[in-house]
């Protein structure tokens, strides 16, 4: 029976847990015990590949570290804050009539998509913007009543389109060393360009996640000032020195960046750049760095937890028999098929939280299938593409998803499961689903 299927076990585990406010690493480890002892390994096997796999997300630990450090150094600047402040002063000597806010509301919305963007590829701190420029303008955000859910979803549809269409940092990883590698790998000849054309569909999905957003949180929210107050940082002096190093540092990463296509090696630069100008002082930089990594190690840990988790699920081999039992499912019925399947990818990457790591899980089955199907190459893309984000804007480990929160529930008055998780996969999700099945079938 397919609901004894371990990775469906696992898999509703961590999620029940995530919502019952269990921690996330708890969870994950919980979830992997209970789905590798229900596929038929014993409680030391799977404690054992659980283990093995956690080095799987120490290279990932180590680059959100480093990533740490960076955003540590920019906001030891005082820019970030000496913005806000700008903001605020700006906010307050104007009318507040209804049309202002909403204008108001409308351009946080897109500089907040639009940093999302930067951070994948022109300045390349990935999620590590977000705890250290969000917490600052809270007050911002609260004093025009904007929904936070709103705020949530603009980051993640930021943080995750960059990556699907744009093929430089991030987004050349994605889909260049990841995506379209395994895609070659399991028998697909197509080039980088079929890649992006398949990759039209799913993005719209995601775009319609964005408009749909702004309509169901368009209603003002009051959140308490008092809390607030408490949970902000104090206001610091930023001198010109100060904005003209970080500018340098900034380019200076990009430059590497641009060079070695290494996101670990152009923090470290960055980082040196605001020893060397003085921004961080020498004595301080342990400081930093320590505050840094402090503030990116309860992503790092989810992280490498995920790994483990995602270790025990390859290891069970049920994951073959959730697919074996969707294309007996589905017959020769091209609909049935692209719906089922990236259902089914839907589920692999809540529980890995990794769009990522989904991808060589899953093409190495769902391109053989795809063709037994008769689905074309650029409707295959669809269908792997749509499988591996879904799950990637919505799932409580999702890197995504964490940083968003860390950012946004700084006074605690933003829940990870229901502000940050839920809305994002009922607006992200669910259309990627019918979008990328859409895109799958007629093209």
């Known amino acids: 029976m397919i609901l004894t299927n371990s990775v469906i076990i696992s898999v509703c585990t961590v999620l029940l847990m995530s919502m019952a406010k269990i921690n996330v ?5 919980t979830g992997a015990l209970i789905g590798g002892v229900a596929s038929g390994m014993s409680v030391n096997e799977t404690l054992t590949i659980f283990s093995d796999g956690l080095g ?8 959100y570290a ?3 450090a960076f955003a540590a150094a920019v906001a030891h600047s005082g820019v970030p804050i000496w913005l806000s402040n700008k903001i605020i002063k700006f906010i307050a000597k104007t009318s507040h009539s209804p049309f202002h806010e909403w204008i108001f509301k409308a351009i946080i919305v897109g500089v907040l998509v639009l940093i999302s963007i930067m951070s994948k590829n022109i300045i390349p701190v990935h999620v590590a913007f977000i705890p250290i420029l ?3 303008l809270l007050g911002v955000f609260s004093e025009l009543k904007i929904d936070r859910r709103l705020l949530s979803n603009a980051m993640a549809f930021g943080l995750i389109i960059t990556y699907m269409i744009i093929p430089y940092g991030f987004g050349s990883i994605f889909l260049e060393s990841i995506f379209l590698k395994n895609l070659v790998e399991n ?5 980088l360009r079929e890649v ?8 719209l999905g995601m775009v319609t996640g964005l408009l749909t957003s702004w309509y169901t949180y368009r209603k003002p929210r009051i959140y308490d000032f008092s809390k607030m107050r408490s949970a902000t940082v104090k206001e610091e002096v930023c001198s010109l020195k100060d904005i003209i190093v970080s500018i ?4 200076c990463a990009l430059g590497v960046q641009l060079c070695w296509k290494s996101t670990m090696a152009s923090a470290m630069f960055g980082f040196f750049i605001f020893a060397i100008g003085g921004v961080v002082g020498w004595r301080d930089s342990d400081n930093v760095v320590a505050q840094g990594f402090k503030m990116m190690s309860s992503i790092a840990f989810i992280m490498i937890a995920a790994a483990g988790f995602s270790a025990v699920l390859k290891a069970t081999g049920d994951i073959q028999e959730l697919v074996n039992w969707l294309a007996s499912g589905i017959g020769s019925s091209k609909i049935l098929g692209a719906f089922g399947m990236i259902t089914v990818g839907l589920l692999i990457t809540m529980g890995i939280g990794s769009s990522f790591s989904t991808v060589p899980i899953i093409a190495a089955i769902y391109v053989p299938l795809s063709i037994v199907l008769g689905f074309s190459e650029i409707g295959t893309i669809c269908i792997v593409a749509a499988s591996a984000v879904t799950g990637d804007a919505g799932s409580p480990v999702s890197d995504t998803m964490l940083a968003t929160t860390a950012g946004l529930n700084v006074d605690g008055q933003h829940d990870h499961i229901f502000d940050t998780s839920i809305p994002a996969f009922i607006h992200f999700s669910i259309p990627l689903v019918i979008f990328g099945a859409i895109g799958a079938i007629i093209l």
């Open 56 to 63: 799987g997300g120490a290279v990932i630990a180590l680059n």
């Open 66 to 68: 480093i990533l740490g």
């Open 196 to 203: 992006l054309l398949g990759m039209i569909f799913p993005a």
């Open 25 to 29: 690493v708890i969870a994950l480890a």
């Open 187 to 191: 028998g697909m000849n197509i080039g």
């Open 248 to 251: 340098i540092a900034i380019l």
């Open 134 to 136: 969000i917490p600052p």
